[in-house]
């Protein structure tokens, strides 16, 4: 990887929370998963790592949260480890221009969800996961704590199970799927993987650390092992730049322009490949369900520091 050397990290991200302390927040913390509406809704937390494995930190990036759609990215890359490209023929690669639940391009498409992060593609990796794995839970945990450098990360069950109470669309999403032939597994078993998957807690720097293989052409810094191939790690970007914050992924690209990722939790992941990257949380979303401040977070990140992708 090469640097960009010289750029005081600390000094941007210090800068960037004192500006959002000024701002008014008029996101709302997602309530339709209760146990999500619990979380403390002022909490802001920042954490970049760069090429050099440098660390800078704001606020309250070591408390944990839950990532609900940013590990949809972690499911699709243990999905591509193990099925490559015939992963393809399941799921798309376009950007869906709808919300992340939206049931509706899917009967036009006939149960072929436009990619793997609005919810009926990460449902379908997920489908997949089950038919590769014995137990897809714990190689999931396996994979990912391996990333985080944490042996400890894992799922939250009351994130888990109160979603699972309530997840009537993604009910909704699976049966349709299952009519088109696109869900193997049973419905229940595939929505369960599914709730756990989106239950998993970080912080933001267990999160900056998880996605540096994306930074690094694939690699895990930690330990030098090739995660995904440097064609994957390009082509997982991609996704994540069109297709990352549902109908606001244009939106992001061009106030922030990184390849990046959001989930409900009021967390966002964002990539400078070769460069860094870095995690932000502030729980209160704005109407299509991206944290508020960590879009403009990420926005001051990448204007002060002038190093989006663009
Ligand atoms: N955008 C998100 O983070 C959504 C994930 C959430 N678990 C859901 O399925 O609704």
Redesign the pocket.
Known sequence: MTNKAHINYQLILEQVFDKMTGLENSGQV?T??PQLAKVDANKLGIHLIDSEQSHYSVGDACEKFSI???AKVLSLTLALKARGDSLWQRVGVEPSGSA??SLVQLEYEKGRPRNPFI?AG?IVVCDVLISEYRQPKSELLKFIRALSGNAKLSFDPAVAES?KRT?Y??NALAHLMKDFGNIDNDIETVLDL??YL??IEMTCQEMAQTFMYLADNGVNPLTGEVVVSSIEAKRINAIMQLCGF?DEAGEFSFTVGLPGK????GGIIAIHPKHYSVAVWSPKLNSK?NSFIGMKVLEAITTISQSSIF
């Open positions: 997602a339709y998963i609900q759609s940013i992340f639940n919810n990460a979603e997840s669309r993604n599914y709730c989106c239950s549902y959001s989930g409900v939790g369900g």
